[in-house]
């Protein structure tokens, strides 16, 4: 793996777990983060090893409590424009990501830190773990597409509560809203994480690429639409080889070894 500076990256039997590593700023997501967040993506996706990620952050206290307020203050309109931009770039193309993706949210996940955490493919979070869009109390919007990913998993009326008030949240009612997964106790939290990637690293690469494609592209399209796109993926993968030993393996009696082909 690549050396980076703001982020450890570690690979094995096909889980790749980043870790966001700038504890002492809280694991604050500046430019360099983000440029490194952008590389191991790249770097992740072309290694076919590498069946899913987990994304997670050092210390005791932080999945990552958002941008870099030091950077923030310093932006005019157009460079205000630009790094939302570039953000909502890195943070569209996890979602995108054709392998899935686990935020294992370990603790603060406020402003970039919960949008992190949205555009991964699914949230396990510890009980101390705590979530917000706390930018109204710097006189700001969301800009890495908090407004957009939270209204969607949590329904407009939470996200305007928690766009309007800042308040953060307790992984509990995270929970209840629907914005995590799956609550864990702290120190259990990146085994329930790896375990669950792990899994998923086990599943047929393709179909889940698929599922991933299906879902993100086919939210923001209308039903017929997206059942159309559902239907061609799903002719894609009768043409793979996966899907012969999924459903010879299903017939034989036996667990399925799938290449990703
Ligand atoms: N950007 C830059 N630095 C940040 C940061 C951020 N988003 N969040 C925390 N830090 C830094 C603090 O400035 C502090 O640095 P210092 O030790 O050099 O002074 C360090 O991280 C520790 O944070 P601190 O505030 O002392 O910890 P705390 O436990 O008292 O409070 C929070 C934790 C998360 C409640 C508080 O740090 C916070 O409100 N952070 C900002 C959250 C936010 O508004 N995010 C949206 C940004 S757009």
């Not at 690549?2 to 700023?25: H, M, Q, S």
């Not at 996940?109 to 699914?122: N, P, Q, V």
């Amino acid at each position: 793996m690549d050396e980076y500076k703001n982020l450890l990256v570690e690979a094995k039997d096909g889980v790749a777990v980043v870790t966001l590593n700038r504890p002492e700023k809280l694991n604050a997501l500046n430019r360099a983060t983000f440029e490194e967040l952008a590389a191991v993506q790249e770097a992740l996706s072309e290694d076919a090893a590498v069946r899913a990620v987990v994304i997670t952050g050092a210390g005791e206290k932080a999945f990552a409590a958002g941008a870099d307020i030091a950077e923030i203050a310093a932006c005019d309109a157009a460079g205000g424009k630009a790094t939302a931009l570039f953000g909502q770039g890195v943070f569209a193309r996890w979602e995108r990501f054709p392998k899935p993706v686990v935020a294992a949210v370990n603790g603060f996940a406020l402003g970039g830190g919960c949008e992190l955490a949205m555009a991964c493919h699914i949230r396990l979070a510890s009980e101390n773990a705590q979530f917000g869009q706390p930018e109204i109390d710097l006189g700001l919007t969301p800009g890495y597409g908090g407004t957009q990913r939270l209204a969607r998993l949590v329904g407009r009326g939470a996200a305007l509560e928690l766009l309007l008030t800042g308040d953060r949240i307790t992984a509990a009612r995270a929970r209840e809203l629907g914005l995590v997964n799956a609550v864990f106790p702290r120190e259990k939290l990146l085994e329930a994480a790896l375990a669950l990637a792990s899994r998923l690293a086990a599943k047929a690469p393709l179909a889940a690429a698929y599922c991933i494609e299906a879902v993100g592209l086919g939210s923001e399209m209308p039903l017929e639409e997206a059942c159309y796109l559902e239907a061609t993926l799903f002719g894609l993968c009768c043409a793979s080889e996966d899907m012969r030993e999924g459903t010879r393996a299903f017939l034989e009696k036996r667990k399925p070894l799938f290449c990703g082909r």
